[in-house]
């Protein structure tokens, strides 16, 4: 069996959730069900960061002890994951005590490797970035996201990146798919063409206390980076002896992928492989980097600007599978896009309700109707071909667009295919059709019926709740679906489709 191994950031937990932070989730769940149906085994991760200065300082303003705080944010995440029917295999928070061990066992092994060394460093420091900053790099006296940054001069413990600069520039020109799409990959070519410095891994306790202990120095605490990178190693069994089976499966056989925001692709794409090389264990398979929801005033949706949206105040208009459908279909992986009420309500309405919903009303009616409500024989009408040949290319196509991590082009192929089906029905016509040839009206019906089917198998890890509910009403399996449109096995000939609520009832401007 194949095996596939997904991640998400884990999220600051200054704040709630946020549908940027929302946005890569359910990209990590949709490609996750994605590699499901397609017959993988599959582990997805996601989790909270807890960790660093942020959390700390949010905490005391909230004036509730840091754990404590700590278990109340991840809660947060956690139901609100479960409200958009995110389905992971692990729910990560760096504050567990195995995580803790594991993170020391690697840094001791680090400091035993003489790849760890001390000294003074003077430069700037960004909180809300938990990032160093050297002059050069500020741009206006910020920092290159534009963010605050304060002069520190402190004694600190120190990786030795720069060991690894060549062997890293030459892992990428070797693995083309370990940094995608490729223009996210130039990017950091391009900054590795500047002398990679050494990076500060460690914290004076009497600057911040709350993170996990250097283990050969207990007046320190490691740099938040460091510990939450580890997450994904550790999440699958790095450094726990009890659990090395899982760790050989998941990240030395089966290799990560991690999904990221573009926003913190160095740390992903530089700092997380170098300290990887060298604790001599293998790379990610792959580092995906989405682009950014954008807001009104066309910027990054963030908690910093305060104009953001919530996906829980956004569940109570669009439901789970709706607004994971737009999340899916508005946002071109790798590409920034603008999202507002009247683009959700525009996209759900078009292609959910006058499309999808469209085909299924005017199938199921008449086969009500017209057919004691049973599923018409199999047909050999060669008028169908046509379809039936855009639907197995749909399914290939889907595959296809889902091995290079693009579900957005997936669902461009399966709205064509739902379209294309729609204007058949118009130019055949069967509620006319169906008082002269009702043969021929059952062909019709028969192989929208299909469609229907191969549709709602091909869209249910964008949409569970909704696809299931419809594969139900057919009896159909929610298995990978090619091999069994081809064969016209589904849905089942003689079967009584059953009765359903209106799946994607228009949603009005009103509420917009
Ligand atoms: N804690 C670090 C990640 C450590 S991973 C080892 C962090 N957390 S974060 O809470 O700031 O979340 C960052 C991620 O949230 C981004 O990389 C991105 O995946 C997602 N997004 C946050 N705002 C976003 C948008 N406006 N649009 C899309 N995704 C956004 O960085």
Redesign the pocket.
């Known amino acids: 069996m194949n095996h596939f191994y997904i991640?998400?950031?884990?999220?600051?937990?200054?704040d709630k959730p946020?549908?940027?932070?929302a946005?890569?989730t359910v990209l990590a769940d949709v490609l996750n069900r994605y590699h499901r149906l397609i017959g993988y085994e599959t582990f997805l991760m996601t989790g909270?960061?807890e960790h660093?200065q942020k959390c700390n300082q949010s905490a005391k303003q909230k004036n509730v002890p840091v754990q404590d705080y700590c278990n109340i944010m991840a809660k947060s995440f956690e139901n609100t994951w479960k409200l958009l029917d995110i389905s992971y295999d692990l729910f990560f928070r760096t504050t567990a005590g195995w995580h803790k061990q594991a993170v020391q066992k690697c840094l001791q092994e680090l400091y035993d490797n003489k790849q760890i060394y001390e000294s003074t460093y003077e430069g700037w420091y960004c909180t809300s970035?938990?990032t160093f900053y050297t002059s050069k790099d500020l741009v206006n006296g910020k920092s290159p996201n534009g963010k605050e940054v304060t002069k520190i001069k402190e004694t600190n413990y120190f990786f030795k990146m720069s060991a690894y600069q060549e062997l890293l520039i030459e892992h990428i020109h070797k693995n083309p798919d370990f940094i995608q799409p490729s223009y996210r990959k130039n990017e950091i070519l391009g900054f590795l063409k500047n002398p990679l410095e050494d990076l500060c891994i460690s914290r004076p306790k009497s600057r911040l206390e709350w993170g996990v202990e250097i283990p050969f120095d207990p007046n320190y605490v490691t740099y938040?980076?460091v510990d939450?990178?580890?997450?994904?190693a550790t999440g699958v069994g790095y450094q726990q002896t009890e659990r090395k089976e899982d760790f050989e499966k998941w990240w030395v056989k089966t290799g990560a992928l991690?999904?990221?925001?573009?926003?913190?692709l160095i740390?992903?794409c530089v700092y997380?492989p170098c300290l990887l090389m060298a604790l001599g264990i293998k790379l990610p398979k792959t580092i995906l980097?989405?682009?950014?929801?954008?807001?009104q005033s066309q910027e990054?949706?963030?908690?910093s600007t305060g104009d953001?949206m919530d996906p829980v105040d956004l569940l109570k208009i669009y439901n789970s599978d709706n607004l994971r459908y737009f999340l899916m279909r508005g946002?071109p992986v790798g590409k920034?896009a603008p999202v507002s009420h009247d683009l959700i309500t525009r996209c759900i309405n078009e292609d959910l309700s006058n499309n999808l919903g469209n085909l299924l009303r005017r199938t199921s009616t008449m086969i009500h109707k017209h057919f004691d409500s049973q599923i018409p024989e199999i047909s050999n009408n060669k008028k169908m071909e046509p379809l039936k040949n855009l639907g197995i290319q749909t399914a290939k196509s889907v595959k296809e667009n889902i091995s290079t991590l693009q579900p957005h082009l997936a669902l461009e192929k399966i709205i064509n295919l739902l379209n294309e089906t729609n204007k058949f029905l118009e130019q055949q016509a069967p509620w006319k059709k169906i008082k002269e040839d009702k043969k021929e009206t059952a062909d019709i019906l028969r192989t929208a019926l299909e469609i229907l089917y191969l549709s709602a198998a091909l869209l249910k890890p964008v949409m569970p709740k909704k696809m299931d509910q419809l594969l139900k009403s057919l009896s159909c399996p929610d298995k990978w679906p090619l091999e069994y449109f081809e064969r016209g096995d589904f849905p089942k000939a003689g079967e009584k489709i059953q009765e359903l609520p209106p799946l994607f009832p228009k949603i009005k401007s009103e509420m917009t």
């Open positions: 991640t998400t950031p884990l999220y600051y937990i200054n946020h549908l940027g932070t946005y890569t909270t960061d660093g970035e938990e938040v980076w939450a990178l580890l997450n994904y991690h999904l990221i925001g573009k926003d913190i740390t992903h997380w980097a989405h682009g950014w929801l954008l807001n990054k949706m963030s908690k953001i946002v920034d």
